[in-house]
């Protein structure tokens, strides 16, 4: 009970904080975005079931849809829950690669650094760690399409 107080809690103020930030860049949503917006997790799953890399890249891209699309941000943390339930992995709040994952989704977005500097400061509850986790997924180049 006490995590899904917790979890309501983020998802407010995701929405309360990143909402306004994805209206400032006016994102649109392409028919290519919206592919990848449909099935964001088919590649990176496909290629490596279970993988901490599979995992992160398919956190990223569901950073990236949430950006991009329907601004549902209310829904953010029990998505990125439902991410790691299919990979197997059960303390996500724990784990490195949800919040560099988070940062590599927020830069395929194009959002500035500066916009990233507030998102990562309120995803991370304040905890330095998780700042500079999302900071590093931010500089990591996102892969070329093929």
Same mark, same amino acid.
């Given at each position: 009970?006490?995590?899904?107080?917790?979890?309501?809690?983020?998802?407010?103020?995701?929405?309360?904080?990143?909402?306004?930030? /994805?209206?400032?860049?006016?994102?649109?949503?392409?028919?290519?975005?919206?592919?990848? /917006?449909?099935?964001?997790?088919?590649?990176?799953?496909a290629? *490596?079931? #279970?993988?901490?890399?599979?995992?992160?890249?398919?956190?990223?891209?569901?950073?990236?849809?949430?950006?991009?699309?329907?601004?549902?941000?209310?829904?953010?943390?029990? #998505?990125?829950?439902?991410?790691?339930?299919?990979?197997?992995?059960?303390?996500?709040?724990?784990?490195?690669?949800?919040?560099?994952?988070?940062?590599?989704? /927020?830069?395929?977005?194009?959002? *500035?650094?500066?916009?990233?500097?507030? /998102?990562?400061?309120?995803?991370?509850? #304040?905890d330095?760690?998780?700042?500079?986790?999302?900071?590093?997924?931010?500089k990591?180049?996102?892969?070329?399409?093929?």
């Amino acid at each position: 009970m006490a995590k899904e107080v917790s979890m309501t809690h983020r998802a407010k103020f995701v929405v309360a904080v990143m909402l306004p930030l /994805i209206a400032a860049t006016g994102c649109s949503v392409s028919d290519s975005i919206s592919k990848s /917006i449909s099935s964001p997790f088919e590649s990176s799953s496909a290629s *490596s079931p #279970g993988g901490t890399e599979a995992y992160q890249n398919d956190v990223a891209d569901y950073t990236y849809a949430h950006v991009i699309s329907s601004n549902q941000f209310d829904t953010f943390w029990k #998505g990125v829950a439902n991410v790691a339930e299919r990979h197997g992995i059960t303390n996500w709040e724990a784990e490195d690669a949800t919040y560099i994952g988070i940062g590599q989704g /927020i830069r395929k977005a194009k959002l *500035s650094e500066a916009q990233l500097e507030v /998102i990562a400061k309120n995803l991370s509850g #304040g905890d330095a760690k998780k700042i500079k986790l999302i900071e590093q997924g931010y500089k990591i180049e996102p892969e070329k399409a093929k």
